[in-house]
T-cell receptor
Framework: ETGVTQSPTHLIKTRGQQVTLRCSSQ?????VSWYQQALGQGPQFIFQ???????GRGNFPPRFSGLQFPNYSSELNVNALELDDSALYLC???????????????FGPGTRLTVL | SQQGEEDPQALSIQEGENATMNCSYK?????LQWYRQNSGRGLVHLIL?????REKHSGRLRVTLDTSKKSSSLLITASRAADTASYFC?????????????FGKGTHLIIQP
C-alpha cells in the first residue's frame, strides 16, 4: 500500500461530457503528478503540481486541467471527453524535496475511465 | 511519445529461474526507476538508480545503468509466481523543468509454476 487513494475506481462517461477524478496523496508530499495509461501502453505524463501550482505539463491539450489543495488532495478535470480519453488515470505523489526532479513516485490504484 | 523502450516485450520463464529485462532511453537523465504493475492496477516502485550510479541491489533485484549506452537492465533472481506482472522503466529528464517520468511500454513477465 502506497497511502495514495483515488476515486472513483471506475467511471463511464459519454463523449462530450466532463469528468473530475480525485486523488488523495500521502501526507507531507509536496508534489502530485497525473498520468494517463492506455491499454497495453506505459503511463504518459499529463501534468505535475508542486505546492498547489502547476509545475510541468506533458503533451496534453488544455481541456485536461488540474488542481492541488493544501490538504494533499488533488483533482484531474477533463472537458469535452473524446473516445481516445478512455484509459487508466493514475496519480502519484512524492515528497518533492527538489522541485524540478522527479524521484520515487507513490502511485494510487488508478481510475478506469471509459468514454462511450 | 514514450522515451524508454523495454526489451523483451514479453518474457515467460519457469519459477526459480532468473529474469532479465532491458530498457533503453534517449536523453540525459537525473535518474532511472523501475516499477511493477499487476493487472492494470497502480504501479509499485521497485528501485531508483541515479545517473552517477552503475549498479544497485534491492533484495532479489539488481539494476544496472550504462549512461554511455543510455540503457539499463533489471535482473530478478530466483523468480516466484508472484513476480508475474508488467515491469516498466521510467526516466527523469535532466534537461530542467518538471516533466514527470517518461515510461516505456513495459515488459510483461510471466512466471510459470
Amino acid at each position: 500500500e502506497t497511502g495514495v487513494t483515488q476515486s472513483p475506481t471506475h467511471l463511464i462517461k459519454t463523449r462530450g461530457q466532463q469528468v473530475t477524478l480525485r486523488c488523495s496523496s500521502q501526507s507531507g508530499h509536496n508534489t502530485v503528478s497525473w498520468y494517463q495509461q492506455a491499454l497495453g501502453q506505459g503511463p504518459q505524463f499529463i501534468f505535475q503540481y508542486y505546492r498547489e501550482e502547476e509545475n510541468g505539463r506533458g503533451n496534453f491539450p488544455p481541456r485536461f486541467s488540474g488542481l492541488q489543495f493544501p490538504n494533499y488532495s488533488s483533482e484531474l478535470n477533463v472537458n469535452a471527453l473524446e473516445l481516445d480519453d478512455s484509459a487508466l488515470y493514475l496519480c502519484a505523489s512524492s515528497p518533492g524535496l527538489v522541485r524540478h526532479r522527479t524521484d520515487t513516485q507513490y502511485f494510487g490504484p488508478g481510475t478506469r475511465l471509459t468514454v462511450l | 511519445s514514450q522515451q524508454g523502450e523495454e526489451d523483451p516485450q514479453a518474457l515467460s520463464i519457469q519459477e526459480g529461474e532468473n529474469a532479465t529485462m532491458n530498457c533503453s532511453y534517449k536523453t540525459s537523465i537525473n535518474n532511472l526507476q523501475w516499477y511493477r504493475q499487476n493487472s492494470g492496477r497502480g504501479l509499485v516502485h521497485l528501485i531508483l538508480i541515479r545517473s552517477n550510479e552503475r549498479e544497485k541491489h534491492s533484495g532479489r533485484l539488481r539494476v544496472t545503468l550504462d549512461t554511455s549506452k543510455k540503457s539499463s537492465s533489471l535482473l530478478i533472481t530466483a523468480s516466484r509466481a508472484a513476480d508475474t506482472a508488467s515491469y516498466f522503466c521510467a526516466t527523469d529528464w535532466a534537461g530542467g523543468g518538471a516533466d514527470g517520468l517518461t515510461f516505456g511500454k513495459g515488459t510483461h513477465l510471466i512466471i510459470q509454476p
